[in-house]
């Protein structure tokens, strides 16, 4: 294979990932638009009454929220492999390397389902709002609102910050090693992001507005150069609407 036929090659399979990303981000939001089948019910929340049905949602769910903010990583698998390629290395698509991160966003698919089947089982979780009581939501809050300012988010997030860093540090060569990469980075990601994503619980699973509100937080968290600003004001943020809940569940009552 001639140089030129290579680079087109190379640059198609970069090409063709960014048209995947986009893709599966719009199928995976559309597939939480269903029409309502009757007052309270969709189509895929269930709420909480099959497993396997809450689970596919979640994988939905996590699919549109985090492939945005995985993209740059992504692409930059890509720019690294077609620079790898070019000097006589193997080609690895990029895509494995996406499985391998959904892989591990599956898994935690599966506990966030396991944990959203029990509550609704032990009547924690309303079948309505696809939510916790106030009181419960508040004590979410409070944790990410902490987490925020922990150690062991400033670590992962500082993975997820510096692709091509990451690559440099935690390269495995071959198409085993691409999906371990991406196991990897998404191992890093959820350390990152799990308890935003318990945020959910207090504000209802599948509330459209606040699932968009999450992954702009994520996105900016990864992208903008102010990340200790971006990460301490929701972490403060988080701590309001804690506040919030316990009051309006006092006036309330």
Known sequence: MTPSLLERVLWRDRLVISIVLVALTVVSWAQMFVPETGPGERLLPCCGASFGLAFSMWVVMMAGMMIPSVAPMV???????????????????????????????????????????????????????????????????????????SPTKNACLAQCRTPLGYFLTEWQPGHAGAVRMGLRHGVFCIGCCWLLMAVLFAVGIMNIVWGAVITAFVIAEKVLPWRRTVVWSGGALCLVGAVVLVYRSIVVT
């Open 75 to 149: 692409l930059t698998h890509a720019r690294v492999m077609r620079q790898r390629a070019a000097h006589g290395a193997p080609f690895v698509s990029s895509g494995l390397f996406l499985a391998g991160y959904l892989i591990a966003w599956s898994a935690f698919s599966a506990v966030a389902a396991l944990a959203q089947w029990a509550l609704f089982r032990s009547d924690l979780l309303d079948g309505r709002s696809l939510s916790i009581g106030p009181w419960a939501g508040a004590a979410v809050l409070v944790a990410v609102g902490v987490f925020q300012l």
